[in-house]
């Protein structure tokens, strides 16, 4: 067990936003978590990441925060810094030389096919290269879990599918337990292992499968 809610609830001034809500995620599993707007998915990816905590019931984490990656809809990347320094910063604040965390972001960037791209700042990129930089960043780290809200919303269905390609392989190479919140059922069923589906109003499991993906 790498994450598990076991019979979260989370309630915001008064009003029940999520749960009871269980979900356990086993090392190399690779869950999509899909449901109506307001059902408390983000929420769940929150109390995964440890971000928030529930008032009921009980989050239990195998990986440190330290092992955890969180990547949000809306690429967070410093727009002052380029693409190469965005994705070394998680590795020069774990201690790495600028040199040794420059390369590795470079190799990491160049894995997400963003090689000759390293000077770039966010602003000269498109979104699904921005994006891009926020998984290599994400990634590059070896997290044990990786947290993804949304990630592909914002981009048009071509650039979508090319990244999700791009970024099931490198998951494959890497295989860190994954969480991903998605609109996209077609999405949820072509990268995930298993899809979990919240009910409305305070998300409940309505059902928990295993996806063609997981299938060899
Ligand atoms: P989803 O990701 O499934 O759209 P969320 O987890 O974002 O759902 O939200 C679940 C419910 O909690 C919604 O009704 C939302 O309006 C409410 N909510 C989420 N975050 C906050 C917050 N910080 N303050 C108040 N209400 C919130
Ligand atoms: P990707 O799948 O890499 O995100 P896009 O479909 O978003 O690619 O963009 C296709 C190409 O158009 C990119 O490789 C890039 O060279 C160029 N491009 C798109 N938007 C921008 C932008 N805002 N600034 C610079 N180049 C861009």
């Given at each position: 067990?790498?994450a598990?809610?076991?019979?979260v609830?989370v309630s915001?001034?008064g009003?029940a936003?999520?749960g009871p809500?269980?979900?356990?995620?086993?090392?190399g599993?690779?869950?999509?978590?899909v449901?109506?707007?307001g059902c408390?998915k983000s929420t769940?990816?929150r109390?995964?990441a440890?971000?928030?905590?529930?008032?009921?019931?009980e989050v239990?984490r195998?990986?440190?925060?330290?092992?955890?990656?969180v990547v949000?809809?809306a690429?967070?990347l410093?727009?002052?810094l380029?693409?190469?320094a965005?994705?070394?910063?998680?590795?020069?604040?774990?201690?790495?030389?600028r040199?040794?965390?420059r390369?590795?972001a470079?190799?990491?960037?160049?894995?997400?096919?963003?090689a000759g791209?390293e000077?770039?700042?966010?602003a000269?990129?498109?979104?699904g290269m921005a994006?891009r930089v926020?998984?290599?960043?994400?990634?590059?780290t070896s997290?044990?879990l990786?947290l993804?809200d949304e990630?592909?919303?914002?981009?048009?269905e071509i650039?979508?599918r090319a990244?999700a390609?791009?970024v099931?392989?490198l998951?494959r190479?890497?295989?860190?337990?994954t969480v991903?919140?998605t609109h996209?059922?077609?999405e949820a069923v072509y990268?995930?292992?298993?899809?979990?589906v919240m009910?409305?109003?305070?998300?409940?499991?309505?059902?928990?499968?295993?996806?063609?993906?997981?299938?060899?």
């Open positions: 067990m790498i598990e809610l076991d019979e609830e915001y001034g009003r936003a999520l809500f269980s979900l356990s995620l086993a090392a599993e690779i869950v999509a978590l449901g109506p707007s408390g769940a990816l109390l995964l440890g971000l928030e905590a529930p008032q009921r019931g239990r195998d990986a440190a925060p330290g092992e955890t990656a949000f809809q690429p967070t410093a727009p002052w380029s693409a190469a965005n994705v070394a910063l998680p590795l020069e604040l774990s201690g790495l030389t040199r040794e965390a390369e590795r470079a190799s990491a960037l160049a894995r997400v096919g963003l791209r000077a770039a700042r966010p000269q990129l498109s979104g994006m926020s998984l290599a960043r994400a990634l590059v997290p044990r990786l993804l990630p592909f919303a914002a981009l048009d650039t979508r990244l390609d791009d099931l392989a998951w190479e890497a295989g860190p337990a991903f919140v996209n059922v077609e990268m995930a292992s298993r899809v979990v009910s409305p109003g305070p998300g409940r499991t309505l059902a928990d499968v295993a996806s063609p993906a997981a299938l060899p």
